[in-house]
Each structure stands twice: as structure tokens, then as C-alpha cells.
């Protein structure tokens, strides 16, 4: 996974500045009809998912009352853990999006919504909506690419330390959500620089606590308090379905852009960067993932993470409908549309974060194809912006 610009074969290279204009505009396109034609049918699919998901955890919250029997556990722990995932994927990260915004229900609205996570939505929407989406993949801006614990692209300098990164990784998808709410406070980083005594960071820092004994207390205490007898086996159950819901959510956000075929880019390469040009990074710095309308679901329709970086705050159930036009469009641009079943793709990820714990291979490179103190290797595209002009 080296950076885009230092590839000896850019898969871009063949591409004019004219073209990717020309692509973002059949792109604007695609989006200019769905904004034209979302309404009704849209509101109705979102309330339903939100009835659905409500139904399923106070159904499934009840029978934990009485998992003390076996039968009840797995079926109070399943329904549960679906539960969650749905509530955190095909509902709050999509309403937090501004997906469902056009409804102007303060119920269902970016501004409102509150999920069940221990990150607060009003963070989670800086360090993901606006970072993540805007620097997508790009080195040094982009911070979900390695999370700020990870050596991701073999252009990043390595560090014994970097061994270790496996369990980390591991130890990340098993307490997703609160790496996720140490990520959007930039836990690392404010300490590294001695910002943690900023009254600014300690603000934010105490929103995240509160929000951590918010939901420890739902799930980990009156819960397990109102099952009585079954009050361990209720504490196992919600700690189970919380685990299944942080595996599946680490799972299926490493697919969108640590496989195999995802492009990276370097800092300078978004410097007077065009809509074409920015549209063209989403295309290439994400992957989807095929399956069925019910995994669609389940991933919060993130398994077309190619639409979803391309139009994040259209409603998720259309990115199923507008994939065959990206697709169309990528194949008419020569680009390639990275995508592939879930056990590929998770397979594909985790072998990158493996092989990326040592160190380069050496490099078989001609020397005059090899970056240059750090730098981009002499005889390549040296930035995404103006590609083939």
C-alpha cells in the first residue's frame, strides 16, 4: 500500500485533467437525481429500521431478564448484539451523516440524534465527517488510516513498536467503541503535545466520560440489576453482545479501505485539489463489500463504502441502487472498483496490518525509481491534483 504517487505504474496516469473534471461532473450527476427523487420512501425505510431496532432490544433486553437459562441467553444475547449493531450502524452513523436531515424530524436529525455508543455524537462527527471524509486516506490527515497506532503504508517509517501492532489491532476490534471515542478525543496526540491541560481538551474529555458512565450504567448495571438472579449471566450477555457489536463494526470499517487495491496519497497531493479530484480519491481510497441485502444492512450499507465516500449524506439504502452507474464509471475511466465477499476482504485487511508490523522488504527498485530522502521517486506522478495534464 505505497502512497499513489510513488508507484511506478499509477493507475491514474492515464487520466487528463479534463477527464477527471469530466468524471466529476457525470458523479454530480448521480447524486443530483437520487437528491431529486429521495422523499417519502426514504423516511418511511429509516423509521422502520429505528421500530425494528427498538422492538428487537426491549424483546431482547426482556428475555435477558431470565438468562440464567441457557435457551434464554443465546437468544436474549443474539437479538441483542444484532440490536446494536443495527443501532450503530445502519441508523447512527447514517443519521449522523445528515442522511435523513431533508425529513426535518428533530427526532431523526445529525444535530439531535444521541446513539448508543461512548463516543458523543457531536465528536464523533468532527473527527469522522469532517477529517476523515474530507482527507480520505491521505497520509498524515487522514487519522482512521492506522487509528494513530498502526503503521499502514510501508512509506510510514517503521519502529520495533510496530511489532505489536496484530494485538493492538485485535485488542482494538474487541473495545472498538472506546478506541473509537480515544480517536475522536486525538487521545495521543493532545497528550504527546501536553494539550490534555487545555481547558478546551478537558471539556471534551469530561463529555466522554459522562457518556462512558452513561453506558455502563444501562448495560452494565440497572440491566443486569433488574434480572435479579440472572444478574451475572445478564452482565456476560451484555458484555457478549457489546464484543459481537465492536467486532463486526472494527470488521467491516477495516474492509472500506485497508484491502488490497485501496490507494493511499500523500499530503501535497490534495493541495489545490478540484471536485473532480477530490471524487476521484473516494473512488480510489475505499472498497466495497458483496453480499446479501440483509449484509448490506447489517454494515450500514457501508459495504458500498465506494458510494458512501462519494456521497456521504445520501440516504444509505440507495448506495445499493446508484452502484451499477459508479461501477459503469469506473470501468468507462479505466479505474478499477475494488470490492470482494466479507472473509476476503477482512482476510485481506488484517494481512496488511501484519505484514506492515515489520519491516520493508528491501527494494528491488532501479535506484532512480526509489524515493529520494523520504521524497517521491523521481520518475513518478508526483500529485493526484493535475494528473495527466
Known sequence: MTVIQKKADNPIAHLTAEDIESLGKELDAIRDEVIA?????????????????????????AVLLFSLFPPAWLVGTAGLSVAKILENMEIGHNILHGQYDF?????????????????????WKHSHNQLHHTYTNVLGKDNDLGYGIMRVDEDQKW????LGQPLWNFLNACFFEYGIAAY??????????????????????????????????KDYVVHPLLSGPSFLSTLAATFTANLIRNVWSHSVIMCGHFPNGVETFEKKSIEGETKGE????????????????????MTGNLSFQIEHHLFPDLPSKRYQEIAPKVRDLFDRYGLTYT?????????????KVI???LPNRRDARPAQDRPVDGGPAQSRVPALAGTGA
Open 37 to 61: 427523487s429521495r422523499g417519502e420512501s426514504d423516511a418511511a425505510y429509516i423509521r422502520k429500521v429505528i421500530k425494528t431496532q427498538r422492538t428487537l432490544e426491549i424483546s431482547s433486553r
Open 103 to 123: 425529513m426535518r424530524d428533530p427526532k431523526i436529525h445529525s444535530t439531535t440524534w444521541e446513539w448508543d455508543h461512548v463516543s458523543p455524537a457531536d465528536q
Open 159 to 162: 519502529h520495533p513498536m510496530h
Open 184 to 217: 475522536d478525543l486525538e487521545l495521543g496526540r493532545n497528550l504527546q503535545k501536553g494539550r490534555h491541560r487545555s481547558p478546551e481538551f478537558r471539556a471534551r474529555a469530561r463529555a466522554v466520560g459522562r457518556k462512558i458512565r452513561k453506558q455502563v450504567l
Open 278 to 297: 477530490w471524487y476521484l480519491r473516494q473512488m480510489l481510497g475505499s472498497a466495497n463489500i458483496s453480499g446479501s441485502r440483509l449484509m448490506h444492512i
Open 339 to 351: 470490492t470482494g465477499p466479507l472473509p476476503k476482504q477482512v482476510a485481506s485487511a488484517w494481512w
Open 355 to 357: 505484514r506492515l508490523s
